[in-house]
């Protein structure tokens, strides 16, 4: 009786440790993204632009974005319809905060499956490893670091449908996958392929319907939902997959910069994902990626690689379950293999952290006072609740949440909009727009009936006194 209970306890410790480091990671993540929101480092581009939504959604409107464009309904600039699930919670705690809280959730949950899969596949403590280096991995870090983004969704649900695929249960691994359809159009080509490895399988009448139906949705968005939501009539991202008639080839792997964005993702499972038939998933994030001419998608910074995290670091639990039953016989070798490449992982995400949004906590500045943002945010209270108000990317986020908030210097001037608050730098500093453009829009606020109200920090306020201008 004894050994049962130690049996059993030992089960129910092993059973815990997914969510035990889930918790751990959800605290640090929640911990990094409230300090840089209350720090003044979030940004109207992109929490602003998704409170915006969300509030809308929260108060039974459409999701509109006014820092798109007056009137501008964000599903006529990407498909996500699954951020409606955050109104009730919004509508509780209506906050940016709330958005970045529920980020933090979604990314932390993701390790529960992920960890699980592993421990399965390899121990309790190697399987352990593979999860630390999973929930400290550069896509994750970078999501959490940079505002909130609705690929948040996206990333638990990959996780769990790729661990019912790594078991068996097909229906389940399903179940997860289609709402991943309401998350973002571009995830919609991700699920076919979810699809043909289910055919793959020898689930043909599933995986073609699945198929089938991710086809069916990606062209009734891209074709149909956006453009008749969208002010230009048209899918604006398709502009950026036009470019200049080449080899694809060349367009596809170059410049390096690609490369190393592979290298990055690859390196903390030991490249052994590549071993699994998993790591195909990847591939239509990878493709639209690298086809497009914008430069910002190559790389590893912002939210874009946080959907390639839970199918390369399952394919890397995959792979080693691979090794494990081809190596059967020779204990030696499997042991090392699984040991090392574990090591390896966490030897690579070690030597990252440091330069990852992460190490933010360990630096006394996240956890002070600083007398400047003190000084801003009291600026920014003066503007009463319900006014409309233009304002700089680097403050439209901290006032999203109570006011009707347009970009500065788009507007005042910009058709549509005349907002009787202005809050701008007197330096340009942001890089979101053309400093040249911010300069003359404030060159041009006396002439448009605004006048100075109060200054703080470089930061001033504007309060619209002659209407006529």
């Known amino acids: 009786m004894p050994e049962r209970r130690g049996s059993a306890a030992e089960g129910a410790g092993v059973a815990l440790l997914p969510w035990v480091l889930a918790a751990v990671l959800f605290a640090a993540y929640t911990a990094l993204s409230v300090s840089r929101h209350l720090h003044l480092r979030t940004n109207g581009f992109d929490l602003g632009i998704f409170e915006q939504a969300v509030r809308g959604y929260a108060e039974g409107r459409a999701p509109v974005s006014e820092l798109k464009g007056p009137g501008f309904h964000l599903l006529g600039d990407h498909f996500h319809p699954i951020l409606v699930t955050l109104a009730p919670f919004y509508r509780v705690f209506p906050s940016a905060l709330t958005l970045l809280v529920a980020q933090a959730a979604l990314v932390a949950v993701s390790v529960v499956p992920v960890t699980r899969a592993a421990v399965r596949a390899v121990g309790r403590w190697a399987g352990a490893g593979i999860g630390v280096a999973y929930g400290l991995s550069v896509g994750l870090q970078q999501a959490v670091g940079f505002d909130f983004h609705e690929i948040a969704f996206a990333v638990p649900l990959l996780a769990f449908s790729l661990e019912r695929l790594m078991l068996r249960h097909w229906r389940a691994a399903v179940g ?6 309401l998350v973002k159009e571009d995830l919609a080509a991700t699920v076919a392929v979810i699809g043909c490895y289910l055919f793959w399988q020898g689930r043909r009448r599933l995986g073609a319907s699945v198929v089938g139906l991710s086809a069916a949705t990606l062209l009734l968005v891209l074709l ?23 080899n694809p080839v060349t367009r596809l792997l170059l410049p390096g910069e690609k490369w190393h964005t592979v290298v990055t993702i690859l390196a903390p499972t030991a490249f052994l994902a590549l071993r699994s038939p ?3 998933l990847a591939l239509p994030t990878l493709g639209w990626r690298f086809w497009s001419t914008n430069p910002f998608y190559w790389g590893t910074g912002f939210h874009y690689g946080a959907v390639l995290m839970p199918i390369v670091f ?4 995959d792979a080693l379950t691979r090794l494990r039953l081809r190596f059967r016989a020779r204990r030696g070798l499997r042991r090392w293999t699984v040991r090392g490449s574990v090591a390896v992982g966490l030897a690579v995400t070690a030597a990252a952290l440091p330069a990852q949004p992460l190490a933010e906590l360990a630096r006394p500045a996240t956890w002070q006072r600083d007398a400047t943002v003190d000084a801003v945010s009291a600026l920014l209270r003066r503007i009463p609740d319900g006014a409309e108000v233009a ?8 006032l999203t949440g109570r006011t009707r908030v347009f970009l500065f210097p788009r507007y005042p001037g910009g058709p549509g909009a005349r907002p009787d608050w202005v809050v701008a730098a007197d330096r340009p500093r942001d890089g979101l727009l053309p400093a040249r453009d911010e300069v003359e829009a404030l060159r041009a606020l006396p002439g448009a009936g605004y006048r100075p109200v109060a200054s703080a920090a470089g930061i001033t306020v504007y309060r619209l006194t002659d209407p006529a201008g």
């Open 176 to 181: 997860f996958a289609l709402p991943l359809l």
């Open 224 to 246: 149909v939902v956006i453009p008749a939501l969208n002010p230009g009539g048209a899918y604006t991202y398709l502009s950026s997959v036009d470019g200049p008639a080449g």
């Open 278 to 280: 998993l790591i195909l």
């Open 314 to 317: 399952l394919a890397f639990v």
């Open 391 to 398: 304002a700089a990317n680097g403050f439209a986020a901290q």
